[in-house]
């Protein structure tokens, strides 16, 4: 019901995610290039964009295995003719039927961080699967810790004892590099993370010769070369970028590929500020820290069907839920009346896609995203 | 595809936002009981629950005119049978051809707060609309500052001068309610507002006699019984509260109407910590002060088909997309396994929904959202 009229970006008449696909494919081709040169797998997470044809411009480049964050996403991608499908979210074991019907269709990887789901998994599972033991070498969300030497243990002797389960390798998720700012920090602690890696590998190799390394944030992935006794990465984020990774230095702001079309609805003078039809179920709460001030996105003004690099000074300051409230510097208020439209770059593009469910694309065609919500 | 297979809460298998339908009818009874006792008019905002069975619920105590804040919430809402809408956003003047289509079919009111729009609604509309112009008491977000006369009259001037704008009254917010703890200080803001009204509503009585006062946020029409001046109320919030309503004093955590359900699918017993799966897309990512920390949720423990009262010492820390990090007390850690599932009590259960899309009731029954996504 959001779609618009015509394929002008300026035409759009209610909150509509704009893509450029051109960005987009040039992002997905300039980590798939960078991948080949360094002899690294390449299996993207696809939590970001969930959506089929995104999907194919990743098969052009090459890629034929992903990622995935739920069982919902990996069914919608299995029926999309995805074939090789690695569900990086810990086992639920709640959802053994659906688990089920997806190994019988796919080559499936599932991410094992406790021998209680490790046991499930062996008892109820009906095909095989492949098990990755997810770590955390300091990103303090999931994954055992890599000192844990006795809790991976446990895992693998339930994995080598099951006919079902075959292990995969360790998986790493170093998230924390999402707190940082530029290349430096960024490398240090992806050097940090191959060095827990590295030990875990040698640890283990003797058992599992043939044991595979998975890493992949956007951050390192994007700026960083040493992939060193990395087998493959699996980064989502860089498809799209957003303000958290230009600010980190991953990309820059040309780099974006997605932006936020909002209506005018009001003019503040007195606050140098603009009211538009943009809130939190639009573009998501998410923040950044920019000039030691929470922000909720920054604006650019859309031009037909391009928008212009970030205007200075201008930011979302809050949003409430079909509000936004956007202060601007006075070169750009002076420019802007009610009734016009402009656009708000993400603070995180894979939020607020999940808000908005599709996206208009600069050749006027409305993409839509894996519908999870029905 | 996100709906469990039998009625009881315990029985989930993936992330359900569960509605307990018993403790909405009795929170929409409350305040329409308020309403009849205070002689002030009920104009319930409609955009927390977004759906036709709970407007059902607010038909069955008497009311008849309902509040939405997007042009596809009021088509929802015509289609279902309501033919009063007050669309509380300033009116979005690209969205001519819906707002006219709207005029045609149903009594609607619009919020404007600039002559600009004023003029092309007077020039565009092909039906007659009642404008309620919205003003700002001191809490920034939209609206006119109460003491701009000028502006104000420049809007009067253009609705008396139209055949298709008639004045309605004022409308004011005073969302900054959300900002304070406990009822007097709730109660010093609606004081204030109250006063800013009064002074507007003498100043133009004269010119409009049947002018009319709107208010309502969920804090005051909540706790404070002083609607004296007030024509009506259009508070959203209460029929489910949340978290932030519970801290703030408008209800207690029993009132609490909704809760995500959550799988479990890891234990950390060295930071006591579980990880479920219920992220920024299930929960929002808006967050509540407790105890000096951002917390985005409370836990409670689930017992067939409800829930129990809030677990002290229990919330979630950390969320990214999909991974919900809840800290819990020793207490409740040692009672949960990989398996369980947990129920999240939202701090914000307006976003909360439209993240969801849906309910599950304690009935057994799945109520979907408007799905202004497609």
């Known amino acids: 019901m959001n779609r618009p009229h015509s394929m002008s970006f300026t035409s759009i008449t209610s909150p509509t995610l704009l893509l450029n696909s051109e960005i987009a494919r040039a992002n997905i081709r300039r980590m798939a290039g ?30 034929e295995r992903i990622t995935v964050s739920s069982i919902v996403m990996a069914e919608f991608f299995a029926d999309a003719g995805w074939d090789d499908i690695t569900l ?42 492949r098990v990755m033991i997810e770590l955390d070498a300091g990103y303090g969300r999931t994954g055992i810790p890599a000192g844990e030497k006795e809790r991976i243990s446990r895992i693998l002797d339930v994995i080598d004892a099951s006919e079902k389960l075959s292990f995969y390798g360790f998986y790493i998720h170093a998230g924390h590099t999402y707190d940082v700012r530029g290349r430096a920090s960024v490398a240090q602690i992806h050097d940090q993370t191959l060095g827990a890696l590295h030990r875990l590998k040698a640890d283990w190799l003797g058992r599992y010769p043939d044991l595979k390394i998975s890493m992949g944030d956007t951050p390192s992935c994007s700026m960083l070369d040493n992939f060193e006794g990395v087998d493959e990465i699996r980064p989502g984020n860089f498809v799209f970028y957003d303000v958290t990774q230009a600010e980190i230095g991953s990309c820059g702001y040309d780099d974006i590929a997605v932006a936020l079309a909002a209506p005018v609805v009001s003019k503040e003078p007195q606050r140098r500020e603009i009211v538009v039809h943009a809130g939190a179920i639009h573009l998501s709460k998410d923040t950044v820290i920019q000039d030691d001030a929470v922000r909720f996105g920054r604006i650019a003004m859309l031009r037909d069907i391009k928008w212009d690099a970030p205007s200075d000074g201008c930011y979302v300051r809050k949003l409430s839920q079909e509000h936004g409230i956007i202060t601007l510097s006075q070169e750009i208020f002076d420019q802007l009346e009610v009734g016009d439209v402009i656009a708000i770059l993400p603070v995180h593009s894979c939020l ?19 519908n999870w919500r029905r």
């Open 34 to 63: 960078k991948c080949r040169d360094l002899g690294v797998g390449f299996n993207p997470h696809f939590k970001t964009h969930q959506s089929r044809e995104v999907g194919e411009w990743f098969r052009a480049e090459g890629v």
């Open 88 to 129: 990086a979210f810990p086992a639920n074991v709640r959802e053994m039927d659906r688990l089920n019907a997806l190994a019988q269709k796919v080559k499936l990887t599932l991410d094992v961080i406790s021998d209680t789901a490790a046991i499930t998994l062996d008892q109820k599972l009906q095909h095989s699967v």
């Open 352 to 370: 607020t896609a999940d808000c908005m469910g599709g996206y208009l694309t600069e050749k006027g065609e409305y993409i839509r995203m894996l």
